[in-house]
């Protein structure tokens, strides 16, 4: 089989529409498709075949990528696809779900003969537009030749966890990875917060901790995206950022481990969406930490 495939992405929000593109560039056909049309109009213009349904786009395709909301909106949008899915479809699930939604979407392509491969990504939407993301992957060595092509395309590196999607292995280790994120995103807002709660100016902060074990690149990029008011275009949103944490919070309760800080963290991306911040990326989270927003203005 030539490396050079079809692919069917479905769900063109921040993340999607990036790996669309990554896939164009690297020669692949894409077939993309949105539930708001609009926001998969502007593939047309980089070579994607832009659909009206999930069936339209998974016709004729080799590969599917699903880049959706959540494992709710996986399953949906797959089901609206059925009647075009044929046998032996490649599916790579990009979209981060909790534990017991792999399972769900496993069995779904089980039920479909599909060839599934759980398969979420690490990245925001910089590496995404760039196609440096990290693929996180579990799925059946012998197709791997064929998803591999597309998991290059979008990415410099797949990090395999096993043959059995199923499982979630993939989806587990990109949770794990997640909760240590989220905290990190929330710890910087705070440090901000009380820094201007306290009249310290932030840049004292940075410098104190610079070149040390306590610098952190990822620190100060969230910092400077609040410093600077950087916070649109995101790139990972306030609200997907909250429905990770819970996700998180989830799969350490079914396995009896109280996550205190991924629930805290939660709840400070929950204020900040109420606050107005849901579409803001999530270093937005900076806001939750006041009741009256004007007085965290920077």
């Known amino acids: 089989m030539t490396d050079k495939l079809t692919v069917s992405v479905l769900g063109t929000g921040i993340m999607g529409a990036a790996m669309a593109r990554s896939l164009l560039r690297a020669g692949h056909t894409v077939h993309a498709w949105n539930r708001t049309r609009a926001k998969a109009e502007p593939l047309a213009a980089d070579g994607a075949q832009v659909t009206d349904t999930p069936a339209e786009a998974v016709r004729d395709a080799d590969v599917v990528l699903t880049m959706l909301y959540d494992g709710k909106a996986v399953a949906e949008v797959m089901r609206e696809a059925a009647p075009a899915l044929r046998t032996g479809l490649l599916w790579a699930q990009s979209t981060t779900v909790g534990i017991e939604a792999v399972g769900d979407l496993a069995a779904f392509a089980r039920e479909h003969a599909l060839v599934f491969y ?90 104190l901790i610079a070149g040390g074990p306590l610098d952190m690149g990822y620190l100060r990029a969230k910092a400077d995206l609040v410093l600077n008011g950087e916070l649109s275009p995101p790139s990972f949103a306030v609200a997907t950022a909250e429905k990770d944490a819970r996700l998180i919070v989830e799969a350490g309760e079914k396995h009896g481990v ?29 806001f939750a930490g006041f009741d009256d927003e004007d007085s965290g203005s920077c």
Do not use: C
């Open 118 to 207: 759980d398969a979420p990504v690490l990245g925001t939407r910089q590496p995404a537009e760039a196609g440096q993301l990290t693929v996180i992957a579990a799925g059946p060595a012998g197709a791997r030749d064929t998803v591999t092509p597309v998991f290059d395309a979008v990415g410099t590196r797949t990090v395999w966890t096993g043959e059995d999607g199923a499982a979630g292995s993939a989806t587990r280790l990109k949770l794990v990875t997640n909760s240590w994120i989220l905290a990190a995103t929330a710890a910087a807002g705070e440090v901000l917060a009380l820094a201007r709660a306290l009249d310290v100016e932030p840049q004292k902060f940075f410098d």
């Open 258 to 286: 109280r996550l205190d800080v991924a629930a805290a963290t939660a709840e400070r991306f929950r204020r900040a969406a109420a606050q107005g911040h849901a579409d803001e990326d999530m270093a937005a989270a900076y």
